[in-house]
């Protein structure tokens, strides 16, 4: 049995910090104060042998120790994962090379074999001197526990034929005793290295271990009664060690396989999850604290789409070569689904910190990425979680990054962290769906009414409904505290389906009082794919007695993304009835002209992003002159959303822009409201003779 700090359960001191946070274990921990002791007593043990003359016979016959050495180091090099065990574990048949030499040849051939082979093998794969340190001292330690075990037991090596029936009992015992010495010290420092409790390592690892090693380990008398047979039968005895071989490498190639991602080699997310709950355990143990980044690529899809597949895979490798060139050697990046990814940092300084490295990566994947000749810069979206705030369990961690990062792609602020507060599957969230829920059967949603202005007749030409809920308690709560929460669970269909109806009933009601204005509702992405809405939609109008014009349907362009095959049938349906289509929050989204081309639009309603700070910002002013000519050209009207001020209003209009609406005009209000400032144009325009602003009554 290789010790199990080989090669990484012993910090390396000389690798470099990773970036962004420190390196994760010091020098001074209680795993490198085992090793030493460890050493310590390896160096004694080696003079005590010397001194005993026990490395005579070796020197006598210095090409058998090099011939057991190299077998020995063959041993090492073709070591094995050793089976249900996510950390480095590694079996290795130098053991039974070891006893083989403790039996033909003696103590000093044994530690010679099997310190002096790991030493080699060590120095060869360039492993950090303090773990060569260790394991040579530790194999040295066992194979002369070994061989004092035996020494005591019997005379083995006998001249002649080495070994004799009787001696297998002292055998057994010198083979208990190596493995014992052996196992337990790479056991308990690989406990300390990862701060799991020694006990619970023992417990937990130790009988597998020695059972596999013991099958290994039992086969060293009959290998030697064989060598001593004739050394012809030595090929022999190969045979079925390469069958056993052959298939633990194809077990462990499979154990790999299902561990790994094929794409990317990063783990995957059984594996992730579990370094995850090692990660948390330690630290549960040393005080650290774990984080969590949950990354998903921002349209990724549309990447797919255009590139094609193969291209595709090729943008994701790389992205996956960057994100793990930001991880330490004790962190794990993961693939977790197509264009997911997670990164635990296993000893997190902080959420300020996990911050910083969450936007080193953002600013890592806008580098250009060069895939079939085009230059492509890479938006992402990371969601933050931390034990101990956000979870102190591997799945609740992962899930709020998660969270975390639908809120980052939801609000389109790149970065988020956990905030159990807005988290929709939180209980507190999921109480607040519940009363949602009730709220609406009870009522208690209302909707208020924007205009929207006519820029070349100064007309008020429609409204849009927007909704909010007048909860028991909390009173008048906007859209931006419940609209996600609805999408995230199933509300938000008897939501829409509610506004709708009271959209479509206050516009009947105003028809009564001589009002005429079609109005806009918010329809968002789920309601797209449900192929009841135009019949639904047909029903209300029929219900209230309009005409499908009366209604205007404002969808985002994200929400087309989901199944566009779909959202086209749906939308071609409510387009042939007679309902208008706007794109809202135009600009914000991918794919823009993609779906003014592909889907029945006739309205684009430029978001307020780009609007509110027109005068002040060159290209904000440049997007929406061109988006107003792309209107223009499409024979689209154009919508200008968040006009705060005249000067904007006038830039406009010198644009050429259809449509405004913002809180130059009038914030959001209720109906009647509504119907009092309409009433009050009419008459100032009468009055004045030409229509003019009127200052916006405030939302109540
Ligand atoms: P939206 O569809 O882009 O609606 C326009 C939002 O901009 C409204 O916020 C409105 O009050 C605000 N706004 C209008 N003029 C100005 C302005 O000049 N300056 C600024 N800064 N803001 C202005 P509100 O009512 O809070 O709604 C926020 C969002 O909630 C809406 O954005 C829409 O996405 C969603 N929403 C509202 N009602 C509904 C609904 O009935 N169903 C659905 N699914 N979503 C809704
Ligand atoms: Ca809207
Ligand atoms: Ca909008």
Known sequence: MEAPCAPDSLPDPHSRPPRGRIAAVLPASPAYRFAALVIALGVGVLALLIERGSFAPVAASPWQAVLLMSLAVSAESISLKSPRQHDDTRVSPGSLVALIALLMYGTGACVVTFAGGVFAWGVVSRQPLVKVGFNTSQYALAAAAAGAVLGALSGVPHPGLPIHPGDLPAIAAASLAFLLVNDVSAMIVSGLAMGVPVWVQLRRNLALILLIDGILVGFAPVAVVAVHFSGATVPLLALPFAAIYYSARQADLRGHESTHDALTGLANRTLFRARVEQAIERARHSGARVGVLAL???????????????????????????????????????????????????????????????????????????????????????????????????????????????????????????????????????????????????????????????????????????????????????????????????????????????????????????????????????????????????????????????????????????????????????????????????????????????????????????????????????????????????????????????????????????????????????????????????????VGGRRSETPAPTEL
């Open 296 to 686: 998903d690529l921002d349209n990724f899809k549309d990447f797919n789409d255009t590139l094609g597949h193969a291209e595709a895979d090729q943008l994701l490798s790389g992205v996956a070569e960057r994100m793990r060139s930001v991880a330490g050697s004790h962190d794990v990046v993961a693939r977790l689904g197509s264009d997911d990814f997670g990164i635990m940092i296993a000893e997190a300084e902080g959420v300020a910190r996990l911050n910083e490295l969450a936007l080193c990566i953002r600013a890592l994947l806008d580098e250009p990425f060069v895939i079939a000749g085009l230059r492509l810069g890479v938006s992402a979206s990371v969601g933050i979680s931390c034990t101990p705030d956000h979870g102190s369990d591997a799945d609740v961690l992962i899930r709020h990054a998660d969270v975390a990062m639908h809120r980052a792609k939801v609000r389109r602020t790149g970065v988020d962290v956990y905030d159990a507060g807005t988290d929709p599957y939180s209980p507190e969230r999921l109480v607040l769906a519940a009363e949602l829920r009730e709220g609406i059967t009870r009522g208690e949603l209302v909707l208020h009414y924007q205009p929207k202005l006519s820029v070349g007749t100064g007309e008020v030409v429609g409204v849009e409904a927007l909704v909010r809920w007048r909860h028991p308690q909390r009173g008048l709560v906007p859209p931006g505290e419940f609209i996600e929460l609805a999408e995230r669970t199933d509300v938000i269909g008897a939501l829409t389906m509610n506004v709708l109806r009271m959209a479509l009933g206050q516009v009947a009601s105003w028809r009564k009082v001589g009002i005429s204005l079609p109005v806009a509702v918010n329809l968002p992405a789920q309601i797209l794919l449900d192929r009841d809405l135009p019949a639904d939609v047909a029903s209300l109008l029929a219900r209230f007695g309009l005409t499908p014009d009366s209604l205007v349907l404002e969808i985002t362009e994200g929400s087309l993304i989901h199944d566009p095959h779909r959202s086209a049938q749906i939308l071609d349906a409510l387009a042939g009835m007679g309902v208008r289509i706007a794109i809202d929050d135009f600009g914000t989204g991918y794919s823009s002209l993609a779906w003014l081309k592909r889907f029945p639009v006739d309205e684009i309603k430029v978001d307020r992003s780009f609007v509110t700070d027109l005068t002040e910002d060159e290209s904000d002013a440049a997007i929406v002159r061109s988006t107003i000519e792309l209107g223009r050209s499409l024979g689209v009207s154009v919508v200008a959303e968040g006009v705060e001020t005249a000067d904007v209003l006038e830039r406009l209009a010198e644009y050429g822009c259809d449509v405004v609406q913002g809180y130059l005009v009038s914030r959001p209000v209720p109906a009647a409201q509504l119907v009092t400032w309409l009433r009050a144009r009419d008459e100032r325009s009468e």
